[in-house]
């Protein structure tokens, strides 16, 4: 008895399977863009994710080791630091060692031109996403317009003898393209949001690190 019940659910789980490939078959040409769409989204999370993990890990001594150095007058020294580490926050700094000796609001500036580059490296590809987000629903809504075409199409060329199968094309279109197209919008969505914050942490941490580096370089004034 148990062995005839673990067959007839795996025959369902077989027939389930094939009704859902089945199901996006009949979505047509529309689940090809909406598939290419979501390897996009896939490809630019997981890229960005990798290189805001990298962009956020920060050496808590970092920025004590550049402040003995201004302290003893070795910034060259503080400049090797700088690009040892590689950093986001090391690059700014190394930007504002580079012209220390000029007014203040120079170096600032020259800090902040930097960090408007990092942050558009930061920020690549996410427009893209932001696109993915919003275009994959509208390209599901396009594959509705046209199942739904389709439909009344078959509909008036059948005149009185109409059948439900003549219907059930334009219906599967209709229906597939817009779930899927959910599918794929919605988790972009979110994952545009969660990028677009973790940017915003790290855009926060080197506003930070850069106020320490102005004021450590107004300490020796006071």
Known sequence: MLQIVLQTEAVAEASSSISLLSM?????????????????AVYIFGERLVVLRKASRI??????NIKEYIYDGKVQSAIHLCENQNTITARLIAKGLHNIGRPLTDIKSAIENVGSIEVARLEKGLPVLASVAGGAPMVGFLGTVIGMIKAFYNMSMAGNNIDITLLSEGIYIAMVTTVAGLMIGI?????YNYLSSRIGSIVNTMEKNTLDFLDLLQEPLK
């Open 59 to 64: 050496d808590q001594n970092f920025m004590n």
């Open 187 to 191: 988790p972009a969505y979110f994952a």
């Open 24 to 40: 996006a078959a009949k979505g047509g040409w529309l689940m090809i863009v909406l598939l290419a769409l979501s390897v996009v």
